[in-house]
Antibody
């Protein structure tokens, strides 16, 4: 079955740019929506953005244009860049596959998550 | 304030039934999906659409929607069902997505 694996720096300094990549294996990236979700320590889940395999995107308005999601279908991975990070961006970041059909939109496969700490 | 509202916590006796609810205006139009998250683990999809369970999810989990409220019901709760549960659907604009506030389920 489909597997997703996040990779990222672990530690980012305030005001810098956070870059994360999600590699998709055992399945095609085509035909699906590819999402980033995060979870601050001790808090709930927050949807960040998705990118469709064709390149169309959708972002959480709360990011205030700090986020940029991209996809490389030839390499079967997608990425997130989050600029001007602050301590409030400290979280576990998950990538997930989104499926859309007559049952609506749902996230059927998730990565294990990668922790990111924003600190100097 | 969150646009998908869940009760913060519910408890259920072992083997009994518990219903977890999720309220939001857009649920009148769009389905919610439900995710189970155990401590230190990634969320897992347990319900989507009108009442669809992914492969491997026990049939004690069921879903429904009435008006602006989506529900996830666990009939005959087991100790392993103790977890946080989140609903997920469209936000109030209908253009973006949002998770509910989450419900911690304790099995007594």
């Amino acid at each position: 079955q489909v597997q997703l694996r996040e990779s990222g720096p672990g530690l980012v300094e305030p005001s810098e740019t956070l870059s994360l990549t999600c590699t998709v294996s055992r399945g095609s990236i085509n035909g699906y929506y590819w999402n980033w979700i995060r979870q601050p320590p001790g808090k709930g889940l927050e949807w960040i953005a998705y990118i469709y395999y064709s390149g169309s995107t959708n972002y959480n308005p709360s990011l205030k244009s700090r986020g940029a999601i991209s996809i490389d279908t030839s390499e079967n991975h997608f990425s997130l860049k989050l600029t001007s990070v602050t301590a409030a961006d400290t979280a576990v970041y998950y990538c997930a596959r989104g499926s859309f059909d007559s049952s609506g939109y749902y996230l059927d496969y998730w990565g294990q998550g990668t922790p990111v700490t924003v600190s100097s | 304030s969150s646009e998908l509202t869940q009760d913060p916590a519910v408890s259920v006796a072992l083997g009994q039934t518990v219903r977890i609810t999720c309220q939001g205006d857009r649920l009148r139009t769009y389905y919610a999906s439900w995710y189970q998250q155990k401590p230190g683990q990634a969320p897992v999809l347990v319900m989507y659409g009108e009442n669809n369970r992914p492969s491997g999810i026990p049939d004690r989990f069921s879903g429904s929607t009435s008006g602006n409220t989506a529900s996830l019901t666990i009939t005959g709760a087991q100790a392993e069902d103790e977890a946080d549960y989140y609903c997920y659907s469209r936000d109030s604009s209908g253009d973006h997505y949002i998770f509910g506030t989450g419900t911690k389920v304790t099995v007594l």
